[in-house]
Antibody
Framework: VQVSESGGGLVQPGGSLRLSCVTSGFNFNSYTLNWVRQIPGKGLQWVSGISSSGASTYYADSVKGRFIISRDNSKSTLYLQMNSLRDEDSAVYYC???????????WGQGTLVAVSS | DIQMTQSPSSLSASVGDRVTITCRASQSIITYLHWYQQKPGQAPKLLIYTASTLQSGVPSRFSGSGSGTDFTLTISNLQPEDFATYYCQQTFSTFMYTFGQGTKLEL
């Protein structure tokens, strides 16, 4: 299983970024997927999840209405569109796949998002 | 939201020791509890899932137990590579997953 995030960078408050997560080595269409973030030096926070078909999406309250999770099953790729970014959104963003027990057994290396003027 | 509280926040130990980290949920999560290890600059690594199932490839010195609201991660015969930060996570609330605040295990 390979998971690789990209798209992070420096953005001003109020700006937007789109993160991508390219995967391989498993049946992408069969799994829910998640974004988890971590402020450097701090703990882990689940951000968003999406059902295997993409029909259902879920968000932490802190990002609801600003972030949009989506997936392209034909490309085995997960996305996170982040709008109206705030300083407190600065973090490393990980893409993570669950196992059958719903634990996150495959993670990417993360992509760093820095929101600053 | 279900709150997850880990204790202690940090822990000092020596090679060869046995240590226990506790995670408490604010309501019953049955056994929807998982443990991760994270080293600096790396992504979290799954160690234990559904409270007590050892992830493939994880050494048997790691073990988990508990159900309901109280859970423990035990590491026996600590090895140098075990010094890291450990997190618990609940997945009882579908897609409202929460993590504990982490326990830093230091030499």
């Amino acid at each position: 299983v390979q998971v690789s995030e990209s798209g992070g960078g420096l953005v001003q408050p109020g700006g937007s970024l789109r993160l991508s997560c390219v995967t391989s080595g498993f049946n992408f269409n069969s799994y829910t997927l998640n974004w988890v973030r971590q402020i450097p030096g701090k703990g882990l926070q689940w951000v968003s999840g999406i059902s295997s078909s993409g029909a259902s999406t879920y968000y932490a309250d802190s990002v609801k209405g600003r972030f949009i999770i989506s997936r392209d099953n034909s490309k085995s790729t997960l996305y996170l569109q982040m709008n109206s970014l705030r300083d407190e959104d600065s973090a490393v963003y990980y893409c993570a796949k669950p196992n059958d027990g719903e634990a996150l057994d495959s993670w990417g290396q993360g992509t760093l998002v820095a929101v600053s003027s | 939201d279900i709150q997850m509280t880990q204790s202690p926040s940090s822990l000092s130990a020596s090679v060869g020791d046995r240590v226990t980290i506790t995670c408490r949920a604010s309501q019953s999560i049955i056994t929807y509890l998982h443990w991760y290890q994270q080293k600096p600059g790396q992504a979290p690594k799954l160690l234990i899932y559904t409270a007590s199932t050892l992830q493939s490839g994880v050494p048997s010195r790691f073990s988990g137990s508990g159900s309901g609201t109280d859970f423990t991660l035990t590491i026996s015969n600590l090895q140098p590579e075990d010094f890291a930060t450990y997190y618990c996570q609940q997945t009882f609330s579908t897609f409202m997953y929460t993590f504990g605040q982490g326990t830093k295990l230091e030499l």
